[in-house]
């Protein structure tokens, strides 16, 4: 049974720092793409950030770039996020997702982790 389980998220004051977490199992970790997306009340879920199965290159939404971090540890199964200078724009229910070499979109989901900006 595949499961990718967020952690990190919380209420931080805008300029604060957070780093969300996402932790699978059930897969072989290293052969997926892992992406970031959020959906804020209201709006649709959104791409923040994804990197491919090595790692090397990453890829950023305009809104988070030069502030957004992701990363990933192959041998931990593990994807994070570091965020920096958040914005009260920034809240939103963060999910972590994954894509296989064989898939065209995201197919497997976290269940979220909520993300609060406080001005």
């Known amino acids: 049974q595949v499961q990718l389980v967020e952690s990190g998220g919380g209420l931080v004051q805008a300029g604060g720092s957070l780093r969300l977490s996402c932790a699978a199992s059930?897969?072989?970790?290293?052969?997926?793409?892992m992406g970031w997306f959020r959906q804020a009340p209201g709006k649709d879920r959104e791409f923040v950030a994804n990197?491919?199965?090595?790692?090397?290159?990453?890829y950023y939404a305009d809104s988070v770039k030069g502030r957004f971090t992701v990363s990933r540890d192959n041998a931990k199964n593990t994807v994070y996020l570091e965020m920096r200078s958040l914005k009260p724009e920034d809240t939103a229910v963060y999910y972590c997702a994954a894509r296989s070499i064989f898939a065209n979109e995201y197919h497997l989901w976290g269940q979220g982790t909520q993300v609060t900006v406080s001005s």
């Open positions: 990197l491919t199965r090595s790692g090397d290159s990453t």
């Open positions: 059930g897969l072989t970790f290293s052969r997926f793409r």
